[in-house]
């Protein structure tokens, strides 16, 4: 007779620790851009983080918009094995001046299409790297609203924006924070729209920004890990107290 409460409380401990993890899941399942900053009127860098969310479909296609707001002179993809990236170009209302010379289209759009027998599938994640600049500088973020598809036909939209004091939207659009350029003119590299994305990835004082920021987002989400780790522990350790609680109350009872 005594063993059945001991099982109800050790099923509500295993029930609640599957909750808490079920919980802080997703929030590490979203299409990102890393590293999350760059300095403001640099060159940078940057993947673009796609998970597979789904147990029964691998991911086909990615697609990602950039600003034209802010629109961006040099736009370069990186060759991803397995994938072939189109990028398609927009006339802009106003012309942007780059390096003294008037720019009048810029990339709107990259499309990575997975080639036959290549596939992001259930539990795998891929990234797409981008070499980007000069980046704006009356801006403090750029939003790169983006859509992934299955192989199943769904698509799933990352382009909600979040704003200050509201919760994460379900499916937020990746965003790159713009930081003050540390010491002098904001230009990053002076070779601007001739670097590579080689180059730009590891020549440009821009990335040692978004280095550090990707480095203390990493942090971020250990220190979420370990905090739902720690509940886990706690929920486990709190059921197991109880029980030897329990035990020892019927043990001196008899």
């Given at each position: 007779?005594?063993?059945?409460?001991?099982r109800?409380?050790?099923?509500?401990?295993?029930?609640?620790?599957?909750?808490?993890?079920a919980?802080?899941?997703?929030?590490?399942?979203?299409?990102?851009v890393?590293?999350?900053?760059?300095?403001?009127?640099?060159y940078?860098?940057?993947d673009f983080r796609?998970?597979?969310?789904?147990?029964?479909?691998?991911?086909?296609?990615?697609?990602?918009?950039?600003?034209?707001?802010?629109?961006?002179a040099?736009?370069?993809?990186?060759?991803?094995?397995?994938?072939?990236?189109?990028?398609?170009?927009?006339?802009?209302?106003?012309?942007?001046?780059?390096?003294?010379?008037?720019v009048?289209?810029?990339?709107?759009?990259i499309?990575?299409?997975?080639?036959?027998?290549?596939?992001?599938?259930?539990?795998?994640?891929?990234?797409?790297?981008?070499?980007?600049?000069?980046l704006p500088?009356?801006?403090?973020?750029?939003?790169?609203?983006?859509?992934?598809?299955?192989?199943?036909?769904?698509?799933?939209?990352?382009?909600?924006?979040?704003?200050?004091?509201?919760?994460?939207?379900?499916?937020?659009?990746?965003?790159?924070?713009?930081?003050?350029?540390?010491?002098?003119?904001?230009?990053?590299?002076?070779?601007?729209?001739?670097?590579?994305?080689?180059?730009?990835a590891?020549?440009?004082?821009?990335?040692h920004?978004?280095?550090?920021?990707?480095?203390?987002?990493?942090?971020?989400?250990?220190?979420?890990?370990?905090?739902?780790v720690?509940?886990v522990?706690?929920?486990?350790?709190?059921?197991?107290?109880?029980?030897?609680?329990?035990?020892?109350?019927a043990?001196?009872?008899?």
């Amino acid at each position: 007779m005594r063993s059945l409460p001991t099982r109800r409380l050790a099923a509500v401990a295993l029930t609640a620790a599957a909750s808490v993890v079920a919980l802080a899941g997703p929030a590490f399942a979203h299409v990102t851009v890393n590293p999350g900053a760059a300095a403001q009127g640099g060159y940078t860098a940057v993947d673009f983080r796609v998970p597979n969310e789904s147990d029964a479909a691998s991911t086909v296609k990615l697609e990602v918009n950039l600003p034209l707001d802010h629109p961006l002179a040099s736009v370069r993809t990186l060759p991803l094995p397995g994938w072939t990236a189109t990028v398609e170009k927009s006339k802009l209302d106003k012309p942007i001046k780059v390096h003294g010379n008037d720019v009048n289209e810029a990339v709107s759009k990259i499309t990575w299409t997975a080639d036959a027998g290549t596939k992001i599938a259930p539990g795998q994640f891929q990234e797409f790297r981008v070499s980007l600049g000069p980046l704006p500088t009356d801006t403090d973020s750029m939003v790169f609203k983006a859509l992934q598809t299955y192989d199943n036909g769904d698509v799933v939209r990352w382009i909600d924006e979040s704003k200050d004091g509201q919760p994460e939207p379900a499916k937020p659009a990746p965003v790159l924070k713009l930081t003050k350029a540390e010491g002098g003119d904001g230009h990053g590299d002076s070779h601007g729209v001739t670097a590579s994305p080689t180059a730009a990835a590891h020549g440009d004082s821009s990335d040692h920004a978004a280095s550090s920021d990707g480095g203390s987002k990493a942090s971020d989400s250990t220190a979420r890990t370990l905090g739902v780790v720690g509940i886990v522990v706690g929920v486990i350790g709190t059921a197991v107290g109880v029980l030897g609680l329990r035990r020892k109350t019927a043990g001196s009872a008899s």
